[in-house]
């Protein structure tokens, strides 16, 4: 097997609040990934006293380990578990009902000598590349069927965040597990995964530099650093050209990516 690992801040002067890991036990009969996008709220009051990297280190952290140790339960079911055990470890200091709480969207992936199961939660990405060289994108597409308009300022956004008819992301509730995108691909069918916060899949999202086989064609060739070198490259250029395009210049951006 082979996995990389990289991430780049959106700002320097400030620590990046994704979250990655991959994990490659000694026997080589399986392993998972784990990587989560901190959601950044707006300057004012959160309800926290913890910085959105302390909550994704901790639920990070809490995903690899179940992920690793827990093959009787379910991807949904240990992110629920991770999710309850991170908010135990600040419901005596924090406001965890408030809806600018730490938060963060998911990827996982865990595999064995038979099958690949997968678990998506907002608008992080996981691609699974066949062995044959079709790349299907996992999605969780929420957040996109939301019209622009609505999500004008982050009271707008917040009046759609964990609800019905919204979007969710993990937080505080571990019930918010059962929204995610789940499934299960057979091993044979899964050459290599990859995993990307929205930061690194401007490449193709935003950039339209490539498609989803090109983007593993690249990280199969080039590694993981390089995907977000040729993202900042993308960034800065468009910047310097008017910056026509919504959103901010640069973004945390982090990549997974693991050969079977």
Not at 52 to 57: G, L, M
Not at 84 to 113: E, I, K, M, N, Y
Not at 161 to 178: I, K, L, Q, W, Y
Request: proline share 5%; aromatic share 4%; charged share 25%.
């Amino acid at each position: 097997m082979r996995s990389e690992v990289a991430g780049l801040p959106g700002n320097p002067e400030r620590p990046n609040e994704d979250w990655a890991a991959a994990v490659l036990p000694a026997s080589g009969a399986g392993g998972a990934l784990v990587l989560l996008d901190g959601v950044t709220p707006p300057a004012g009051e959160v309800g926290c006293v913890h910085a959105v990297p302390w909550f994704t280190a901790r639920l990070g952290g809490a995903l690899t380990e179940l992920s690793a140790s827990r093959p009787d339960l379910t991807l949904s079911e240990i992110l629920s578990l991770a999710i309850r055990r991170t908010a135990g470890l600040h419901a005596d200091t924090c406001d965890l009902s408030h809806v600018r709480t730490p938060q963060a969207t998911v990827v996982l992936a865990r595999w064995d000598a038979s099958s690949v199961d997968h678990l998506v939660l907002s608008d992080s990405v996981l691609l699974l590349r066949a062995p044959d060289g079709p790349v299907r994108a996992v999605r969780d597409d929420r957040l996109d069927r939301i019209p622009r308009e609505a999500l004008r300022s982050h009271a707008a956004a917040d009046r759609l965040r964990n609800r019905e008819g919204g979007f969710f992301t993990a937080a505080a509730d571990p019930s918010v597990a059962e929204r995610a995108v789940t499934g299960t691909t057979p091993r044979a069918g899964v050459a290599a995964l990859a995993a990307l916060t929205d930061g690194a899949s401007r490449w193709v999202e935003r950039f339209g530099a490539g498609d989803w086989t090109e983007c593993a064609e690249l990280l199969a060739r080039e590694g993981a650093s390089a995907l977000l070198r040729r993202v900042r490259a993308l960034e800065t250029a468009d910047a310097a050209a008017g910056g026509g395009r919504r959103g901010k210049v640069h973004d945390d951006a982090t990549c997974v990516y693991v050969e079977l």
